[in-house]
């Protein structure tokens, strides 16, 4: 913060009770102006009806604490935030221990019944605002505490509620609740501050708000316009009017987003050529009769639609998702011996070198005897006489297909005739990337320079709808079936004092043949963090438990050669017992593996816990998977790690018990932690909408897409007089160059 200088005028600060000061706290929070308050929407309402009672509540908590909860995912009940409005009877500040103050709380609602709330931080500032008779809104997670009989609140969040607002409370007025952050509270903006700011700012804006949405669009939607819609989410008169304003402004973010995608696929259609393959392929055919297994439905569909595409004339730009060991393998494989026979080079990309290794002898594997085709590998580690020869033989175009790494699109590394680029394994493939991607295309030499067809393979599935906003500038297909004979892995959350039995079961499967994984949340002991580690675990396994098994170490902090040396021992099974980390994530293929336990599994997320766990289960026998977690969770979660992320561990372990979906999977993480979070909002591209949810709002997307690619198809420009503040608004939120050259 810079202390010299003139002091920025800020606008808010000439508002009623807001002053230099608030301005600043307000503006720190992203707030400068009045449009900005008026967006800086409630986070929640509360009405006298809605609230909850405390003896309700008080039921509620009892029976979940003092049933006999024998099951794991009964333990760990989901803890819920819930709102109560009620009256201080009692106010004691004790001190505990060595001069520790703790103030306890006590409320009495209506239904007569008491709550305790229970403060050990900024004691002076509670007393300073709470006061005996005061009615008060609390937001917190309320417990049962079986000893002493009662039901308390730590660390809730309070609002007192002055008699003016009471009053409007018992009229059954509905007060909305605006997020206040602590630097918003030090300047001295409560509630009741936050309340008549947004007033003032109300009134000054809202007779000026242009609506960016056309005008049909609204008619044919039924939404309301975008000032109703502002000033019901400030002012609801009901529950309904709350619904509807939502309901328009969650249309709005979306529209305008798919509005950005419309724009930005035009742009991506226009200039290119692309190569017009023809659909006949003899070794493709003959490659389908030699397979071993039939192919799935979905794996026959997802072909057809890329087969589409490479026969189309334009450039390819697909994504094709299939879970973990759905056969995309055999799907791209397919399509590269349909661009062979068409003349063309096939080139297929792995994120590591083993898994490239693997794909080079899978793939020919495949192909079988006698194929006559030259398959080269190109990696970083091949030696420099290795590599000449490769580089020839691909510039000659007597390589047809070359698999790879990253070493794929080094500069030195001239295509003969590129006709199909597939990446595999790609997750987290952002907007970014693609648009490198798009560079490296262009890297054939070939006669003619057209853009190569590009397939874009993801084992990490992504919600529908988030695909669709993500990835709506490319065309998706989707293996949603996997092959019948495949047994869903057995997945079981363990707590640690079992341990030993998960111990002797890995035993029993490595008596059988078969090789596991423990896959541990740290490398290294760390005085930081309460999580074992790798290291520390796989020297006491080794001297214990698995004294007599080979057991083998894998970890990010070792070299790269090292890594990849382990790994392939692992997988020529010199070791019964790999002990990891997540490094073997996106990892190699052990279809012997049938094991994995996975410790301190609440530390990890969702879809992390997946792709782990779809490292067994790739071959003919049952699989299982342990989620090892501490005994005393359910008191873990209330006492020590008030982080959110571990509270959300039950959800994210009972998810993974009760299914293998890794579309369900996705769904549930996506509501868990946002999209952002889950593809990284700045490299996906995805804004962190204020209103929409990716999952709940599916039908909506579907909505908005439609209206907003037919939208641009009457005006492509924007140029119609009705559609200028839509025009002005895109440009405001979306800085995209795209943008430009539609708009
Ligand atoms: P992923 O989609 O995870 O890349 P793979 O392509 O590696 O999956 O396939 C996993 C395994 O399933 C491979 O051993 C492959 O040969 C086999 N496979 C692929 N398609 C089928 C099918 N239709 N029926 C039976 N097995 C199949
Ligand atoms: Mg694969």
């Not at 009623?16 to 309402?45: C, F, H, M, N, S």
């Amino acid at each position: 913060m810079p202390t010299e200088g003139q002091p920025t005028i800020l606008p808010l600060q000439y508002l009623k009770g807001v002053g230099p000061r608030r301005a600043e706290a307000l503006a720190r929070e992203g707030i400068v102006t009045y449009q900005d308050v008026v967006l800086y929407v409630p986070r929640a309402y509360i009405d006298r009806r809605s609230a909850q009672s405390i003896a309700q509540l008080r039921e509620i908590a009892r029976k979940q604490t003092t049933s006999d909860a024998s099951s794991f995912t009964e333990q760990l009940s989901i803890r819920q935030q819930v709102s109560v409005v009620a009256s201080v009877v009692r106010i004691h500040k004790k001190v505990v221990g060595k001069g520790r103050s703790m103030l306890q709380v006590d409320l009495r609602d209506e239904s007569n019944a008491v709550l305790q709330l229970i403060f050990w931080n900024q004691v002076a500032y509670y007393l300073k605002i709470l006061s005996e008779g005061a009615t008060i809104v609390v937001h917190g997670v309320p417990q049962f505490e079986e000893r002493w009989n009662t039901l308390s609140m730590h660390h809730p969040e309070v609002e007192v509620v002055d008699d003016e607002e009471a009053g409007q409370f018992g009229a059954g007025a509905i007060l909305p609740r605006y997020r206040l952050t602590q630097g918003m509270v030090s300047a001295g903006i409560t509630m009741r501050v936050m309340r008549s700011i947004v007033d003032q700012c109300l009134e000054e804006s809202i007779p000026a708000m242009p609506d960016p949405l056309p005008h049909e669009v609204r008619k044919e939607r039924l939404l309301i316009d975008r000032s109703q819609a502002l000033f019901a989410l400030h002012h609801p008169q009901d529950h309904a009017e709350i619904h509807a304003a939502q309901r328009r402004m969650k249309y709005e973010e979306l529209f305008l987003f798919e509005l950005l995608l419309a724009a930005r696929r035009k742009s991506r259609k226009r200039p290119e050529h692309g190569i017009a393959m023809q659909s006949q392929s003899n070794r493709a055919r003959a490659l389908i009769g030699r397979l071993p297994f039939e192919l799935t439905g979905a794996q026959k569909r997802v072909i057809r639609e890329i087969i589409a595409d490479m026969t189309s004339g334009t450039p390819m730009n697909r994504l094709l998702q299939g879970d973990v060991g759905s056969g995309k393998t055999v799907v791209a494989l397919l399509c590269m011996l349909n661009a062979v026979d068409n003349g063309y080079q096939a080139l297929i990309m792995a994120p590591t070198e083993i898994l490239a290794e693997q794909h080079f002898h899978g793939l020919q594997r495949l192909l079988g005897e006698g194929h006559g085709l030259h398959v080269q590998l190109l990696v970083g580690s091949q030696r420099k006489k290795e590599r000449m020869q490769a580089l020839q033989a691909i510039a000659h175009g007597t390589a047809t297909i070359v698999v790879g790494t990253h070493a794929l699109f080094e500069a030195d590394v001239a295509y003969h005739k590129l006709g199909l680029i597939v990446i595999d394994e790609q997750h987290r493939f952002g907007v970014a990337q693609r648009a490198e991607l798009k560079r490296l295309g262009q890297h054939s030499h070939g006669a003619e320079q057209r853009t190569p067809h590009i397939l874009v393979m993801s084992a990490t599935p992504i919600p529908r709808t988030l695909s669709m906003t993500l990835y709506g500038d490319l065309d998706s297909s989707v293996i949603d079936q996997l092959p019948a004979q495949r047994k869903p892995i057995k997945t079981h959350v363990v707590f640690e004092s079992k341990l030993h039995e998960v111990f002797g079961f890995i035993k029993s499967e490595i008596a059988l043949g078969r090789q596991a994984y423990i896959v541990y949340p740290l490398v290294e002991r760390s005085d930081k963090v309460d999580a074992k580690s790798a290291i520390e675990h796989f020297e006491h396994l080794c001297e214990s438990v698995f004294y007599d098994m080979r057991v083998g170490l894998l970890h990010g902090q070792m070299s790269w050669a090292e890594k990849e040396s382990v790994m392939k021992d692992f997988l020529e099974r010199r070791f019964d017992i790999l002990v990891s980390t997540t490094v073997i994530e996106v990892g190699i293929d052990v279809p012997n593996a049938t094991v994995m336990l996975i410790e301190n599994a609440e530390r990890f997320g969702l879809s992390q816990l997946h792709q782990l766990r779809g490292r067994v289960g790739r071959g003919g026998e049952q699989s299982y998977c342990f989620l090892a977690t501490k005994d005393h969770f359910k008191y873990q979660l209330s006492r020590t790690s008030s982080t959110e992320d571990i509270s959300k561990a039950p959800i994210r372990l009972r998810t993974m018990e009760e299914t293998t979906d890794g579309f369900r999977i996705a769904e549930v993480d996506l509501r868990l932690r946002g999209p952002g979070d889950v593809m990284g909002t700045r490299q996906s591209g995805v804004p962190d909408f204020t209103f929409a949810d990716l999952v709940a709002d599916a039908e909506l997307i579907a909505e908005t897409r439609t209206d907003a690619f037919s939208l641009l198809e009457q005006d492509p420009q924007l140029r119609r007089e009705e559609h200028q503040s839509l025009k002005a608004e895109l440009l405001r939120m979306f800085n995209d160059s795209t943008m430009s050259t539609v708009a």
